[in-house]
């Protein structure tokens, strides 16, 4: 894929490169937003903008493909692609807006490189952007065409059809199509953008996971509300407008539902972990499994604060009772009811089938120490997926 010529020079200054990637990529956002503020008022999350989450997925993301080419030059990293192009399909990004990214992120490297910024080297990290950027294009071409839209016309408006309070910081929300056609089609496991029109004029963005099964008439999204530090700045703007602004018969504005962290209809043993909020993706999985009547054996693993802040946990142990051979774990820190497990998730003593397939969702810490007890257990690398809520950090922090 990357030319022998811009092979060599990548290999010598990717060190530079990477050293430096955290102050290029905090430059390049000043510089594109102070060129495009609309894009950070309508299209980038300011929440993670300002907590720097952004700046370290890209950086992240940069390195990691940089990587992966030198390393693997006759392939591409598709797992990291595939993720990034199904949260740029969501929020209707389209191939149009990869020269004005190019335009700003080389302006960065070569402000904070300086003379080090050869000819040749902004040649093979040219080839680099444009074999990052072409791929993802192509990508998030065939995901709109796969959900029969036009690029980057995801949207749709919705009317909420139902609320109601599942603790004291979740609210969930059934959503019916405003224009009375029929409900797009989704795996389980997938999610939608909801963008709403704050105070300041602002028309913020976040990502949502389905909790209901496929094939139904209406969607179902869960929305934690965001408190702490962050709820006083950007990152609890959309969750705290829901919660405080919008009731049954209000419309909200609702993406295409995208995601690649999907159920494999393979048959084969599961593991469901999640953490907190991370849950609802699980509750979409397991509603289809007993829809379709899955036989193999299921474990449902979740971790949460307390049993009062488990979001759906009346429907999450009654859905996986549902399935013919499932057991469902619960741990919470504080205040466990009784068959219910104390402290943080343990797998030393739960038995798992051979060739299981697990799914995560939750916090960063939370999938990473699962991880690495489900491979101590023996399950392979290629059969853990996951899935994280805002920026993807994990190769950033890897």
């Known amino acids: 894929m990357l030319s022998e010529k811009s092979t060599a020079t990548v290999r010598a200054t990717l060190p530079a490169v990477g050293a430096a990637i955290g102050d290029i990529t905090e430059l390049f956002y000043e510089k594109l937003f102070e060129a495009h503020p609309e894009l950070l008022r309508d299209l980038f999350n300011r929440g993670n903008q300002a907590a720097g989450l952004q700046k370290q997925a890209l950086a992240g993301s940069i390195a990691a493909f940089a990587t992966h080419l030198l390393a693997h030059p006759d392939t591409r990293p598709d797992v990291m692609l595939h993720r990034i192009a199904h949260k740029h399909a969501s929020l209707g990004v389209t191939r149009e807006q990869y020269p004005v990214v190019r335009t700003h992120l080389f302006a960065a490297i070569a402000e904070v490189l300086g003379e080090a910024v050869t000819p040749e080297v902004a040649e093979a990290w040219d080839e680099v952007y444009w074999l990052m950027a072409n791929a993802l294009a192509a990508l998030e071409d065939r995901l709109y065409a796969g959900a029969r839209v036009a690029a980057g016309d995801v949207w749709r408006e919705w009317t909420v059809s139902g609320r109601a309070e599942e603790t004291a910081d979740c609210a969930s929300f059934r959503l019916t199509p405003a224009d009375g056609a029929p409900a797009p089609e989704f795996k389980p496991g997938q999610y939608v953008s909801v963008q709403v029109a704050l105070a300041d004029g602002a028309r913020q963005i976040r990502q949502y996971s389905l909790t209901n099964a496929p094939g139904s008439p209406q969607l179902a999204i869960t929305v934690k509300r965001v408190h702490g530090p962050a709820a006083q700045g950007p990152d609890g703007e959309v969750s705290n407008h829901l919660h405080a602004h919008v009731h049954p018969g209000d419309r909200l504005r609702v993406s295409v539902p995208y995601g690649d962290l999907v159920l494999q209809d393979s048959g084969a043993p599961l593991l469901l972990a999640s953490a907190g909020i991370g849950c609802t993706p699980m509750l979409s999985m397991l509603d289809h499994l007993a829809h379709t009547g899955h036989t193999a054996p299921v474990t449902v693993v979740h971790a949460d604060r307390s049993p009062a802040d488990h979001a759906l946990r009346t429907e999450h142990r009654a859905l996986a009772g549902k399935l013919a051979d499932c057991e469902a774990l619960f741990w919470y820190e504080e205040a466990p009811e ?61």
């Open 338 to 398: 009784a068959g219910d497990r104390a402290g943080r998730v343990d797998l030393s003593d739960v038995p798992l089938a051979p060739g299981t397939r697990a799914y995560l969702c939750g916090p960063l810490p939370f999938m990473r120490a699962t991880r690495e007890q489900l491979l101590a257990k023996g399950v392979a690398a290629a059969d853990i997926h996951y899935e994280v809520f805002g920026p993807d950090l994990w190769l950033a922090t890897a």
